[in-house]
C-alpha cells in the first residue's frame, strides 16, 4: 500500500531533522522507499506566532498496518526531541501520515486520510512535486485541490534536497 508522509520542522537544525527522519523512518522492515519532494520553507498555519517551517513528502510501499506505521512515525518524533505541549505550536519534528492507499480510516488514534491535508498547500505542494499524479482519498487530484489554495507561502529550496535510503 502506498504510504504519504508529511515532514515539517521549524526548530533546531531544520534540514538536518528532516534527513533524519527521513533515515529513521526507512531504516525498518515493512515501508520501502518511493519517492521524495524537494524542501520547501513555508509560513506557519495556525498556532502562536513561531519561525518557518522546513516541509517535505516522503512516499514509500508499506506492508505494515495503519497504527503500526503511525506507531513508527511518532517514535521518529520521540527520536527528535518532539514533545507535544502547544496546539499547532513549534516543534522540532512532526511527522503525518497522509494517507494509506485509498484507506478511509476514523478511529480516535488515526484519521486517514489526514482531516486537514485538503486545504494544506505546505502538504500538497510538495506531495504534488513527488508523484504529479497524487491524488487525495475522498477529495480527488492533489493538482485540483491546489488550484484552490493560496500557494505564496510556500518556498522550494532547491539548495536543500534529503537523500533517499538506500
Known amino acids: 500500500m502506498k504510504a504519504v508522509i508529511a515532514l515539517g520542522s521549524n526548530l533546531g537544525r531544520r534540514f538536518d531533522t528532516l534527513q533524519g527522519a527521513v533515515d529513521a523512518l526507512f531504516d525498518a522492515p515493512g515501508l520501502r522507499f518511493v519517492a521524495v519532494s524537494p524542501v520547501y520553507e ?20 508499506t506492508t505494515l498496518d495503519p497504527h503500526t506505521l503511525l506507531e513508527r512515525a511518532q517514535g521518529v518524533e ?9 496546539h499547532w505550536g513549534p516543534r522540532t ?8 492507499g485509498d484507506l478511509v480510516l476514523g478511529d480516535p488514534e488515526l484519521t486517514l486520510p489526514h482531516p486537514r491535508a485538503h486545504e494544506r498547500a505546505f502538504v500538497l505542494v510538495p506531495w504534488s512535486a513527488a508523484d504529479p499524479e497524487a491524488a487525495l482519498p475522498g477529495y480527488g487530484p492533489v493538482a485540483g485541490l491546489l488550484a484552490g489554495l493560496d500557494t505564496s507561502g510556500v518556498r522550494e529550496r532547491a539548495e536543500r534536497t534529503l537523500q533517499v535510503p538506500m
Not at 42 to 61: K, S
Not at 93 to 100: F, G, R, Y
Open 93 to 100: 519534528l512532526d511527522v503525518d501520515l497522509i494517507a494509506l
Open 78 to 86: 520521540r527520536a527528535f526531541g518532539r514533545e507535544r505541549r502547544e
Open 42 to 61: 513555508t509560513d506557519p498555519v495556525g498556532g502562536p506566532e513561531q519561525g518557518p517551517y522546513l516541509n517535505a513528502v516522503v512516499i514509500g510501499e
